[in-house]
């Protein structure tokens, strides 16, 4: 777990840094500079968040998503602030494993809670810096600088999954190759985890973006940003659900060659039994001693009766052969 505030003047440079025991210190620098107050969490326990939640005017429902960190993307209005819930997915193992981000959001100050699942946490710092002349200063700027962060995640995850979905594919449709299952299946849980948090945030911007607008310094100029944003997540859900079709085919496919090399594996294990069943079925005969059977008297009749077998299997096997059950 790990807390820190730091106060950033009305340019978005660092003023100074407290502790959560300097709480109020923070916000009234913040009100003072004309900035902004950023309480960063992670990992945070309940008596953290309880902490805050009275000098915050935090809402009690809200604090309990934030503890749970089982929550779907959404933006989400009470009385005093803001609450944004967003999706975080961080590669792990070739596996993208979900992480959340919990954004409170009010006049002069915001509260970032990650919840990383054992992972690494995100430095959003350095980030909130670097873009701070692009977008202004406030609790919106600040929240749509780490929002667009995650989403360039989600592209890069797009991207990725892009490729291997191409070699998947090349695998599936080559039959000289026999795919990976293990990997087919990988795939599309990774596809499954950035469908649900690229959708989920492009709804809950697309209905909340009016709520981060009041909460902008300059609307004018924060406003073109959250259009881009939402432009951008649209695009990145239509490939996630091109991906997911795509998916669904290779999977089917995939699905139609098992149960090919099935019949196949069946077919060989036929004709294998054929051509053992037929010298077995002779010497058993044979071996019951009846009499009056053909070639028994016969000094050479063991010799008949291999060249039999012999012509009868290979007979056999040159029809099996033929029609490409061995």
């Not at 934030?66 to 803001?82: D, F, I, M, T």
């Not at 849980?189 to 989920?200: F, L, M, P, Y």
């Not at 053909?294 to 009766?305: K, Q, R």
Request: proline share 3%; net charge negative; charged share 25%.
């Amino acid at each position: 777990m790990s807390e820190r505030i730091l106060v950033l003047d009305a340019e978005g440079e660092i003023e100074s840094k407290h502790g959560l025991e300097d709480l109020a210190a923070a916000l009234d620098g913040a009100k003072a500079c004309d900035g902004l107050a950023w309480i960063d969490l992670t990992d945070p326990d309940r008596e953290t968040l309880e902490r805050l939640r009275e000098p915050l005017q935090l809402h009690p429902l809200a604090v309990q998503d934030a503890l749970s960190g089982r929550q779907q993307p959404k933006v989400q209005r009470y009385e005093h602030h803001l609450f944004v819930v967003v999706w975080d997915l961080v590669p792990d193992g070739g596996v993208l494993a979900v992480s959340q981000v919990f954004l409170f959001l009010a006049g002069h100050w915001l509260l970032t809670v990650q919840h990383t699942n054992g992972h690494e946490s995100t430095d959003y710092e350095a980030i909130l810096h670097d873009r701070r002349h692009e977008v202004g200063n406030g609790p919106a700027a600040a929240a749509y600088t780490i929002m667009a962060d995650i989403t360039t995640r989600y592209s890069r995850a797009t991207a990725d999954i892009e490729s291997e979905l191409e070699q998947i594919e090349s695998d599936v449709f080559d039959a000289d190759i026999r795919e990976d299952v293990h990997e087919i299946y990988r795939v599309r849980q990774n596809i499954g985890h950035v469908d649900r948090a690229v959708s989920g945030l492009s709804a809950a911007l697309e209905g909340g973006r009016d709520h981060l607008s009041d909460l902008a310094v300059d609307r004018e100029r924060l406003e073109p940003y959250l259009e881009h944003l939402i432009d951008g997540l649209t695009g990145t859900a239509a490939m996630a659900d091109d991906h997911s079709r795509s998916i669904d085919a290779v999977i089917s496919s995939h699905e139609s060659n098992v149960a090919t090399r099935q019949n196949k594996d069946m077919r060989t294990i036929s004709a294998l039994a054929a051509l053992f069943a037929i010298p077995t079925l002779i010497a058993g005969i044979y071996g019951m001693n009846f009499q009056n059977l053909p070639l028994v008297e016969s000094d050479f009749g063991w010799a008949v009766v291999a060249v039999v077998i012999i012509v009868a299997d290979v007979t056999c096997y040159l029809v099996f052969k033929r029609r490409r059950w061995i």
